[in-house]
């Protein structure tokens, strides 16, 4: 929350250096809140962290992943054993099961058509109107096809089906004899 409140409305010479003491503070309070929730237990977030980092690395050459979880984990002690932020500054994020849900602060709802001061130049005010009215206007966009939502594109599909029409027209090919061809392009993808 504070951070994207700096980046909306931070205007001094001082973005940058603040940008970056905020992300560290929420990458500290976030190991404190990981670390308390594993009981404080430093080798099973370094564990968890390893996880994440292979899962990720999925593909990539293993003894760089490896040297990757090995420094990671030599830095984790480090942070952990210098940790900025203690576990009094976590427990505000810590929820028990069965605590009852907090209050959420009461804000004032906007009321369409209520009048608003608006930093935008006056000038601009029709166009952005304009803009709301024609937005009203807007069909719906039909259903995506399954085509679409399967993540194939179209040229991927087009080939594919070419494949599939000369596979089938070939007198030499035979499923038996290249079956990973026949799994490649069977009918079904």
Known sequence: NSIAAHVMHCTDSGFGARLLELCNQGLFECLALNLHCLGGQQMELAAVINGRIRRMSRGVNPSLVSWLTTMMGLRLQVVLEHMPVGPDAILRY?????????????EPMEVQGSERTSPEPQEWVPIIQQD??????????????????????????KLRADIQKRLQEDPNYSPQRFPNAHRAFAEDP
Request: hydrophobic share 25%.
């Open 94 to 106: 810590v929820r028990r099961v069965g605590d009852p849900p907090q209050p959420l602060p009461e």
């Open 132 to 157: 709301i009215q024609s937005q009203r206007k807007v069909k719906p966009q039909p259903p995506l096809s399954d085509a679409y939502l399967s993540g194939m594109p179209a040229k991927r599909r």
